[in-house]
């Protein structure tokens, strides 16, 4: 019963139809949290004894950071789902993902430069997490590159998909060496995004906006996904429009091969 | 008005072409090249473009303009359509009308008179094969200049296209242009002339 | 109806910003040069500092130089160059609309993300104001000498190695005098109008001498 709804799900028509009906309300639950979180984050949230009031980016870049690398992760079970079972609608989520990734990715960049600034005195320095955060926002746009440069849809997105599994293989090699880089030469001052404890007071605002910034994702995600399969649709009848010849169906000979 | 050329000898890669070559057509004529493989057909459509170098030789257009050369008066239609995938059939053809800077039928019109104007917000991506080649002869249309150099114009046109560019080409002629084509189908052309070049299988 | 160049200069912008244009291309290869660099010497703030401004003009060099192997190959492969050659006008001219058209979608997007990866190497709002003040009057110089080897090896299937030996010899002037009035802008005893002049001096000789030689090229590589 279950599986079965699972494979409608995966009919792209039975897709749309749902994407359509839950979206607004996701939309709106998306905009409520967000109220929610960033009165909490604004409001509730205590003001650090050391950092004072710029502790409050931590609220915004780290779930953020956080939701680059979800949507690293969903890219990538998508492309097991696009290589394997080649699956239509997970070549859409792919393709989908790839500039909310990349969009999050620069956000929690963004966030992290102004957050470092009072700090090291520069608007970046090449602290680990920083720099990894740089290399992933830097495979989000080849993904998006290789993507823009293959005009035909399936051929695109399983070039897409062997690079993204390629990414996540070596997402973890790269963190590993960029880890060593920088303890090799003694970075300019020592920053963790994270304490060793973190207070509840700190904990909750926290935890509602990473619950927000999952449900944007998730409203995003599935925008994008319905844009792209009406982008392919729309596609699909102007190369029909294309091959079909008005007024020179008369006679057989005039078909086009 | 008269496209005259006299002992044209084009050597490519080492190796002679042709050579003595000789022809003269008059406006309101069709000359049609015909020759075996390799005989040079292409190559002289090329040299009175002006895309290929001759070695000897001179090629006049009497009674044309003659504040531009040659090849500023000829229209080339070659092997390569000249077509932008990724700009529509009209970005496409529009840009080309611009660029030639001499007036001619309106772009919509010409795509009309071609069948293919309800393709043209479509890119140019989408097209088959022979609607390229009549968005690349719609190019003729759109621009007007005397002299039409057309190199093997029929392929990848069905027979219904292929009527449509004897009409054109005859219109043309009517009108008093030049036409030069390289085929091998026998197009019912009014006013037609052959050019044998090549010798036959030495 | 536009006059013939502007509709020119008007395609080719279109086609580098339109699918497979790949015009922001050069922005992201030009990202990634400079980010690599300090994983090969490091992160300490003060060399990045000194450096930056050679680092984001070889970056800018080599990202112009490998978005101009297309510049008259796909025109040739498909055709349109025979077209272009048959307009009627200068080709010399028809070459100088190509490259400020081409600069304009790839060279320009450079410039502009300059201040941005200036950030990554540390440099102080003047410098980051020198560097960009060079690229601008620099890099059209780039695209200009590039077009040359564009034009040297567009009936090549790989030309796009070659086009860039070729032509990189050219280009140590452009980066001698670019880096040098970058750096001058805040080292204190040089002048940075001096070899900013020089660099001026250099662009405009190259728009002259890049068109010529290119257009003589494309002539002579027609068969």
Known sequence: MKLKSIWDLANPTRFLGLVNAVLPWLAGITALTFIAGLYMTFFVAPADYQQGETVRIMYIHVPAAWLAMLTYSVMTASSIGSLVWRHPLADVSVKAAAPIGAAFTLLALITGSLWGKPMWGAWWVWDARLTSFLVLFIMYLGLMALQSTIEEPGRAARAVAILTLVGFVNIPIIKFSVDWWNTLHQPASVFRADGPTIHPTLLWPLLVMAIAFSLLFLTLHLAAMRNEILRRRIRTLRLMQASGETGTAATPAAQEA | MRLIGVDLLCERGGRRVFSGLGFAVSGGEALVVTGPNGAGKSSLLRVIAGLVRHDAGTITLEGGDDELPVPAQCHYAGHYDALKPSLTVMENLSFWQSFFEVPGLDPLDALDELEIGHLADLPGAYLSAGQRRRLALARLLVARRPVWLLDEPTSALDRRSEAKLTALMNAHVADGGIVMAATHTPLELVNRRELQIGRPQA | ?223
């Open chain 3, 1 to 223: 109806m536009s006059g013939p160049f502007t509709a020119l200069f008007l395609r080719e912008v279109r086609l580098a910003v339109r699918v497979g244009g790949g015009a922001l291309m050069g922005v992201l290869f030009f990202l990634i040069v400079v980010t690599v660099i300090p994983f090969g010497i490091g992160p300490d703030l003060n060399l990045l500092n000194r450096i930056g401004p050679a680092i984001l003009w070889i970056g800018a060099l080599l990202a112009t130089l490998l978005a101009l192997d297309r510049l008259f190959q796909a025109d040739r492969e498909d055709g349109s160059l025979d077209l272009l050659l048959m307009g009627g006008h200068p080709l010399e001219l028809v070459v100088v609309v190509k490259c400020l058209a081409h600069w304009a979608a790839t060279g320009l997007p450079l410039v502009i993300a300059t201040p941005i990866l200036s950030i990554f190497v540390n440099l102080e709002p003047i410098q980051i104001g020198a560097v960009v003040a060079t690229l601008l009057v620099g890099t059209p110089a780039l695209t200009f000498i590039g077009a040359i080897g564009a034009a040297l090896t567009v009936t090549l299937r790989r030309g796009g190695l070659l086009l860039a030996i070729l032509v990189l010899p050219s280009t140590i002037p452009v980066l001698i005098f670019g880096v040098s009035a970058a750096n001058a802008a805040v080292s204190e005893p040089m002048p940075f109008m001096t070899p900013f002049l020089y660099l001026a001096a250099v662009s405009l000789i190259s728009t002259v001498i890049g068109p010529v030689a290119a257009a003589a090229a494309l002539r002579s590589g027609q068969d």
